[in-house]
Each structure stands twice: as C-alpha cells, then as structure tokens.
C-alpha cells in the first residue's frame, strides 16, 4: 500500500539536491505485556495510576536510510501492586536525503515520531484491550517541543562541561 505511506514533498535544497523523506516500512520490534495478576484486580481498585514513559532512538541502516524506534512503556497500577506493564518499540525505516545535518537530526527526533506515533498509540490499545482491561489510549505527544527541550537541555550539559575546570590525576 505505497499510496498510504507518508512523504515529504519532494522541493529543491539549496544546493540542488532533491531533498526527500520517505517512509519505507513500519513494523513492531519488540513487544511486551505483564499482567501479574490478570485481570482480576479487586473491584475497589479499578482505578490504576498510570506511568508513561516515552523515548525514541535513531540508526543509520544505510547512506540515506534511517530506523527511527519509538518506545512507549505503560505501567498501571494500584499503590504499589502493579496492574499491568505494556511496552512496545515500533520502528519504521525512513529514507531522508538532501538536507543537512541539523535538519536530519529534527527529522529523524520529531517528524519520524510523529509518524510512528498513531501507530504505536493504536498497537498499546489494543495490546491492553487483549490483557483484559479496557483499552488505554495514549494522550497526544508534541515530538517537535520535546525535540527542542532535548536540544536545549544537551547544549546547556556542553556548556556547563566546558565551563567546568578540568582536575588533575595524580
């Protein structure tokens, strides 16, 4: 179904290159579901605190071709008695060319994301509607701010590395 993948226009760089992102598959890399107890969580406690934790990673594959991962993890539970822990890595394998370097680092960290995300929101669902529970439908996620935080959050530690004094070894 190559109608449905999604791609950047294809518009000329600066340097004449075609500049060009295409996504060339999407797939699940690893997927893992704990209930310890099964569904069968007392009736009083049917209302779990839920912990969400987001990370996404990027490889070269290729000249031009990227995996981008995008790992959720869900963890619900009561007090400290888990409910249940879902997580999932879904990949996709992005072609992206004709930009430069710093415009490759934001593809790859908030607009390949962004085009996991549905996916991975959809596979969480129904991975917990499938242990039992109701289904669990992750909030929406802006990839370009967190992208930008991390951004800043890595030039502010290379600052503080180059401005701290270097100690000696004896």
Do not use: C, W
């Not at 289904?135 to 701290?164: C, G, I, M, T």
């Amino acid at each position: 179904m190559a109608d449905e993948t999604p791609q950047a226009a294809p518009a000329a760089a600066g340097n004449g290159a075609q500049q060009e992102v295409t996504l060339q598959s999407v797939y699940i890399k690893d997927l893992s579901f704990e209930a310890p107890k099964g569904p069968f969580v007392p009736a009083q406690n049917q209302d779990p605190k839920m912990s969400i934790n987001l990370n996404t990673s990027s490889s070269v594959l290729a000249q031009d071709v990227h995996e981008v991962v995008l790992t959720i993890t869900l963890e619900a539970k009561n007090g400290e008695v888990p409910v249940y822990v879902a997580e999932v890595k879904q990949g996709g394998v992005f072609v992206v060319r004709g930009f430069s370097a710093d415009d490759v680092r934001r593809i790859l960290g908030a607009f390949a994301p962004n085009v996991l995300f549905p996916y991975v929101r959809q596979t969480v669902s129904d991975l917990v509607t499938k242990g039992g529970f109701p289904p669990f439908f992750l909030p929406p996620v802006n990839f370009d701010a967190l992208y930008e935080r991390s951004r800043q959050e890595q030039a502010a530690r290379q600052q503080a590395a180059a401005a701290a004094p270097s100690t000696p070894v004896n």
